[in-house]
């Protein structure tokens, strides 16, 4: 009876450290990666940003300050990048933004679908891709009709998220990591 009883007991003890271990092992099949873009519910990770910033500054018909035309993209795998141009296929958020400097500033930046009355904090111009091959130029294409992004900092780490909307299509991204900088050619 007490063999019975202590099989019984590590028969239990064995099914439950297997049970452990299989729930552990298993990954969420909903789980998606933490820099990403989603189109409509469609989920596509990014994995590199490239802040695109130009060498002189314009000044503000609304303000008479300076800002600069700068562009942020956040790519997926598949694309690489040498200096500010781009080569293969993937996904990526493009947004041509004006800036008070020659670095990607922490702050709000709104889409105004415009290059006139330009100051800083503004985007005028933006678009997501899915499957784009940029030396065919051919893909999914969603260029933005309103939106905003966020930029905020902490060491060398930039988080970035991006709410917009391209006709009748939501689109959302987030993007945290380093951010290679390179001036525009």
Same mark, same amino acid.
């Given at each position: 009876m007490k063999h019975n009883l202590m099989r019984m007991i590590s028969g239990k003890?064995?099914?439950?450290?297997?049970?452990?271990?299989a729930v552990s092992a298993c990954k969420k099949d909903d789980e998606k990666p933490s820099n990403n873009?989603?189109?409509d519910g469609t989920v596509k990770g990014l994995k590199s940003a490239l802040f695109i910033y130009d060498a002189t500054s314009?000044?503000?018909?609304?303000?008479?300050?300076?800002?600069y035309r700068n562009e942020l993209v956040l790519f997926s795998s598949g694309l690489t990048n040498s200096g500010d141009e781009l080569t293969g296929k993937g996904d990526f958020l493009d947004l041509e933004i004006n800036g008070g400097s020659q670095t990607l500033e922490e702050?709000?930046?709104t889409f105004t679908g415009t290059e006139e009355?330009?100051?800083?904090?503004?985007?005028?111009? =933006?678009s997501a891709a899915i499957g784009y091959d940029i030396s +065919?130029?051919? &893909?999914?294409?969603?260029?933005?009709?309103?939106?905003a992004m966020v930029v905020t900092k902490s060491g060398d780490k930039?988080?970035?998220?991006?709410? =917009?909307?391209?006709?009748?299509?939501v689109i959302v991204? +987030?993007?945290? &990591?380093?951010?290679t900088s390179v001036e525009e050619n």
């Open positions: 003890f064995m099914l439950a450290v297997a049970l452990v271990v873009v989603t189109i314009s000044e503000s018909p609304v303000d008479s300050k300076p800002y702050g709000t930046y009355n330009s100051q800083a904090f503004q985007i005028w111009e =933006a +065919t130029q051919k &893909g999914e294409t969603y260029d933005f009709t309103s939106g930039y988080t970035i998220k991006v709410n =917009a909307v391209a006709g009748s299509h991204g +987030t993007f945290t &990591g380093s951010i």
